[in-house]
């Protein structure tokens, strides 16, 4: 599966963009999907997880309240909606996918998932 974000770009602080995942070249509902974040000179980290049902999230404490991740398997995209962006939420997003043999796991790990998309840059100015 391939795997494309978009969405990011400069924003203010305390807006609310959505940045979408598209899928193609599979089925997205055999996936569970997350997003992960890479902020300059720190390593990359988890954000948000979906399980393949959408039934089970978990997300970072450092998000936690604030983004809220989900998915359209008919659509074939995974979003996450990201509200009260702050200047640490500066990051390049990156969506993820797992083949996943169960509907009610939403991994948290980056070495858990096989398949990563190219990134979308979000600035967020004060």
């Known amino acids: 599966v391939q795997l494309q974000a978009s969405g990011g770009g400069l924003v203010q602080a305390g807006d609310s963009p959505r940045l979408s995942c598209a899928a193609s070249g599979g089925t997205l509902g055999s996936y569970g999907m997350a997003w992960f974040r890479q902020a300059p000179g720190k390593e990359r980290e988890f954000a948000a997880a979906i399980s393949r049902s959408g039934g089970v999230t978990n997300y970072a404490d450092s998000v936690k309240g604030r983004f809220t991740i989900s998915r359209d398997n008919a659509k074939n995209t995974v979003y996450l909606q990201m509200n009260s962006l702050k200047p640490e939420d500066t990051a390049v997003y990156y969506c993820?996918?797992?083949?996943?043999?169960?509907?009610?796991?939403?991994?948290?790990?980056?070495?858990?998932?096989?398949?990563w998309g190219q990134g979308t840059q979000v600035t967020v100015s004060s």
């Open positions: 993820a996918g797992r083949i996943s043999g169960t509907t009610f796991y939403a991994g948290t790990e980056s070495r858990e998932y096989s398949y």
